[in-house]
């Protein structure tokens, strides 16, 4: 939890094994070490062989945390600091997979909040980002997927695609041959009661937008992570993939 004047960040993560033999998500809420009100938020959902994905989605987070550590606050330019670490922790994972016979792949789903309330994010993948004022959607990143292309082309609805048969078929993602072209985003000033929350698909995929913004809104970050990952489980039926997420609010200094 970091204090900053007028508002505080709380923030929870969660994250569950699902029906899969292995845990590859990875995700982490940083506060920075000598600026308070900064914190960054990295989701990474690995994918590649039962350690591949783990390695990969690991080497996001470590790569996180050194940039991060280095970073100068009022400096130097957050959005720099976010496509950097997609550019080396995709370097990264592919120099992982030259000493291994594995294939390991990672989304990247990023977000730094600023303590003047700035927000900037970044993602390449299916793992999203969504903003919250109160219980109501404001934005959210876009899958880079083969159905969000379907969706985006006006081939198939937002919820012909949560079933369709190629969901989790991606068009971008770390670690591939070709380099990965994210996406980027900037909110100038988050108000007092937003939520940020990033999520993998296997949380996403069991929940509408307005499930979702009544949750973060309704409940304290810890207790909404509990409640969102625990009715997925339910909802998955015994197929679900791996989950994770993290949530941060701006709650008012009562």
């Given at each position: 939890?970091t204090?900053?004047?007028?508002?505080?960040?709380?923030?929870?993560?969660?994250?569950?094994?699902?029906?899969?033999?292995?845990?590859?998500?990875?995700?982490?809420?940083?506060s920075?070490?000598?600026?308070?009100?900064?914190?960054?938020?990295?989701?990474?959902?690995?994918?590649?062989?039962?350690?591949?994905?783990?390695?990969?989605?690991?080497?996001?987070?470590?790569?996180?945390?050194?940039?991060?550590?280095?970073?100068?606050?009022?400096?130097?330019?957050?959005?720099?600091?976010?496509?950097?670490?997609?550019?080396?922790?995709?370097?990264?994972i592919?120099?992982?997979?030259?000493?291994t016979?594995?294939?390991?792949?990672?989304?990247?789903?990023?977000?730094?909040?600023?303590?003047?309330?700035?927000?900037?994010?970044?993602?390449?993948?299916?793992?999203?980002?969504y903003?919250?004022?109160?219980?109501?959607?404001?934005?959210?990143?876009?899958d880079?997927?083969?159905?969000?292309?379907?969706?985006?082309?006006?081939?198939?609805?937002?919820?012909?695609?949560?079933?369709?048969?190629?969901?989790?078929?991606?068009?971008?993602?770390?670690?591939?041959?070709?380099?990965?072209?994210p996406?980027?985003?900037?909110?100038?000033?988050?108000?007092?009661?937003?939520s940020?929350?990033s999520?993998?698909?296997?949380?996403?995929?069991y929940?509408?937008?307005?499930?979702?913004?009544?949750?973060?809104h309704?409940?304290?970050?810890?207790?909404?992570?509990?409640?969102?990952?625990?009715?997925?489980?339910?909802?998955?039926?015994?197929?679900?993939?791996?989950?994770?997420?993290?949530?941060?609010?701006?709650?008012?200094?009562?």
């Open positions: 939890m204090r900053t004047p007028g508002f505080r960040l709380n923030a929870a993560t969660g994250t569950h094994r699902g029906d899969r033999l292995y845990q590859q998500d990875q995700v982490e809420v940083i920075h070490p000598r600026a308070p009100g900064w914190v960054l938020s990295v989701l990474a959902d690995g994918m590649g062989g039962k350690s591949g994905g783990r390695k990969a989605a690991d080497q996001v987070v470590m790569t996180a945390h050194q940039l991060f550590d280095r970073f100068v606050p009022d400096e130097e330019n957050p959005a720099e600091l976010l496509r950097q670490l997609v550019s080396e922790a995709h370097l990264m592919k120099l992982t997979a030259l000493s016979e594995e294939e390991p792949h990672s989304t990247i789903a990023a977000f730094l909040v600023a303590a003047d309330r700035r927000c900037y994010w970044i993602h390449t993948g299916d793992s999203r980002i903003l919250f004022r109160g219980p109501n959607m404001i934005k959210r990143t876009l880079h997927s083969y159905v969000q292309r379907l969706v985006d082309e006006g081939q198939i609805t937002e919820d012909e695609a949560i079933s369709h048969p190629q969901s989790n078929l991606l068009t971008g993602c770390l670690g591939t041959v070709q380099d990965p072209t996406t980027e985003d900037q909110i100038e000033r988050l108000e007092i009661g937003d940020l929350l999520c993998s698909d296997g949380l996403w995929h929940y509408n937008e307005r499930e979702l913004g009544t949750v973060v309704s409940l304290p970050p810890r207790e909404a992570a509990e409640l969102l990952i625990s009715k997925a489980r339910q909802r998955a039926k015994g197929g679900g993939d791996n989950l994770s997420m993290s949530l941060i609010r701006l709650d008012p200094i009562s």
